[in-house]
């Protein structure tokens, strides 16, 4: 009998393909290279001369006709106008699909300007892209901060999902006596282990299995932003100790982001000791923490990690709420920018005032925040001489048609057809 020729039909590996844009970004994915040789590693900045510094690692180079491997100097709009040029280069590098992880220090430089566009290119060749963003210390000055939080909001249109990682809130974490330099391989330790994590998600021995079709089925195509830990433990109870140290993780974007999430990965690891009541234990831990959201549990053996446990969480916030924030972090994003009529907004010259930084935490969360004209205050009381370019209105319900008598889309007690600024009883100046 001649054997079945579809089941002897090799059974392609699943494509996961790393890409280091920028200085940063290219040095993270050098580091990553060498730690699954399933995985393909790439290198991409305007800088020539810093790419050969990554023996061993593939490269390519960005704007080579422009910048003529010089580099972009630190000028992000200069990145993404070689970007947009090159963008026949740069779809070479992102053929085929699967799984794609960008690494990017968001610093206003090379990697701010090329990630998006790159991003983008895979998205449209059906790729899931996820970016792993670092953002600059508070040191490195107020404009590279304002360039990153830019770029974070640009990258929220391009890829599937964003995980920002604060060096800022790394460096809270860190012992005092810490030395610049221990606390800069700490960040990229950091980083590369939530690399690690989604690559082990991927590369190792199933037991319950989660990998990118699951990815795609809850990320691709909701462009959101969400936050990442990965943590280690070993020891009789180590499943209770990583437990803690994600809920006390300084990285989940805000303290009530488990409460608050639409979608949790929990992806384990550890050796031929993993127990099933670990992860049973751990995936009750984070269902009874966010009682809402999606969770999705993938567990997976290595040899090497024989008495050891280890984490990644990786949580997005719920398609209908803001993207949580802390507010140290936090973007100077105004109300008008996070209101679906701020385009409109812009255009007509309506300016509304910046939120209070205690309060960007609370977007979404059913917190009120007072719109002012321009000139006005956070507290809606207008600066001398401003005027007011609104009129209040009042808005009463119309009849709905055929629709009238349906109960309208109903999330924690809140009618969602209704615009948000009169649900929250914001009044338009």
Known sequence: MNPDPVSTMPVPAPVVRIIGVGGAGGRLAHALSPVDPAVSALAVDTDAWALRRLEGTPTATVGDSVLRGLGCGGDALQATMVAEHDQA?????????????????????????????????????????????????????????????????????????????SLQGLMRSAAESATAEELLRWANDYVLGVARELLRMISGVPLIPLGIADLARVFKGRQTEGGAAAVEASGELRSKEVWELLRAHPL???????????????????????????????????????????????????????????????????????????????????????????????????????????????????????????????????RSGARNFQQQFDFAPRWRGRFEGVEGTLRGGENLDEPTFARRGVKLN
């Open 89 to 165: 280069r740069l779809k070479s590098l992102v053929s085929g699909t699967g799984l794609l992880v960008l690494l990017v220090g968001m610093g206003g430089g090379a990697g701010s300007g090329i990630v998006p566009v790159l991003a983008r290119l895979a998205r449209d060749s059906g790729w899931v892209v996820a970016v792993i963003a670092t953002v600059p210390f508070e040191f490195e000055g107020p404009l590279r901060r304002a360039n990153a939080h830019q770029g974070l909001k640009t990258l929220r249109s391009a890829a599937d999902l964003v995980i920002p990682i």
């Open 252 to 382: 989940l974007r805000s303290p009530n982001a488990l409460a608050e999430a639409g979608v949790i990965v929990l992806q384990v690891a550890g050796g031929p000791d993993l127990k099933i009541e670990e992860l049973e234990w751990l995936e009750k831990q984070v269902q009874d923490a966010a009682p809402h959201a999606q969770v999705l549990l993938g567990a997976v053996t290595q040899p090497v990690l024989a008495g050891r446990l280890t984490a990644l969480l990786v949580v997005a916030p719920d398609a209908g709420m803001a993207t949580p924030a802390s507010a140290s972090d936090a973007a100077p994003h105004t109300e008008a920018e996070r209101s679906p009529m701020g385009k409109t907004a812009r255009k007509e010259a309506l300016m509304f005032e910046d939120l209070a930084p205690a309060s960007i935490g609370d977007a979404g969360r059913g917190g009120g925040g007072m719109l002012s004209g321009r000139g006005g205050t956070a507290g809606g009381k207008p």
